[in-house]
């Protein structure tokens, strides 16, 4: 399987001050990691969030390591 990416996205809803948001999300072999929330992401759109500074979700088939770079 070769590496699926989906960039992070983010444009305005026809309500003001929503956003409709695409997470980043990389995909292959080994299963996927979907960036959730990056602070610097959703400040580059015009979206102030001071809650957390990232929150990501892996999900990892059997047998396969991953490891922080």
Not at 14 to 42: C, N, P
């Amino acid at each position: 399987m070769a590496t699926e990416i989906i960039d992070f996205h983010a444009e305005p809803a026809s309500i003001d001050g929503m956003f409709i948001v695409t997470v980043k999300q990389v995909t292959d072999e080994r299963g996927s990691i979907r960036e959730l929330f990056r602070r610097s992401a959703f400040e580059s759109v015009g979206v102030s969030l001071n809650a957390f500074e990232q929150i990501n979700v892996t999900e990892t088939g059997r047998g396969a390591v991953r490891h922080a770079r």
